[in-house]
């Protein structure tokens, strides 16, 4: 009996400490992200696709919706993911050798913690990684949206609202210094004090439909539908 307790008491102790701490809410992936990993696995993909890769922000934008004429558009955003995610979930696009990959990513590594030589770091590996097993495929590095601290919702990202700008320029440097085209779609969604327009978002991050709308048609204006 007494040495049952103590094997207990010692498998306790030496639990990893994660498994009985709650991380903090900004640094969890939510629910859907493994589900939409296995999903993404088994959904069909050639080499005429167009990818759109990312986050929940290129998650909500439903753009094979948008560019249905197209019928080659690929939605890749999952809610919660940084550059670290899109690096394991190269595996499952770049096999396929897609005609063109749309990539934004960052704004929830900096929510993250995650410092700019490492964002910027994977990015670079990421651009590496389709140029070696993707070579035909043609890459856009697209600048992080600007965000609007007013609305409070999400304080781990709207605290990062003047320093957007700092990292886009980075990533613009990468795609220069890469050969990728850069889409600074900053510019587009930000007002006079570099913030996301009010009008443009519902909680200070994530897009509305009229935020969607000049995005898409930025993309058809740049001749890439």
Known sequence: ????????????????????????????????????????????????????????????????????????????????????????RLEDILPHKPRLIFLMIGINDLAQGFSDPVILSNLSKIVKQVRMESPGTKLVLQSILPVNPSFGKLPNHEKYAEHIPLINLEISSIAKDMNCDYFDLYRYFSDERGHLKKQLTWDGVHLTEEGYQIWQDILIKKHYF
């Open 1 to 88: 009996m007494h040495m049952n307790l103590f094997v207990k008491s010692i498998f306790f102790i030496l639990l990893p400490v994660h498994l009985f701490a709650q991380e903090p809410d900004s640094l969890r992936r939510p629910d859907i992200y493994l589900s939409q990993v296995d999903m993404h696995k088994i959904m069909p993909m050639d080499s005429s696709s167009i990818v759109f890769l990312g986050n929940s922000i290129t998650f909500w934008g439903n753009w094979s919706e948008r560019f249905l004429r197209n019928g080659h558009v690929k939605n890749r955003g999952i809610p919660g993911d940084n550059t670290f995610g899109v690096l394991d």
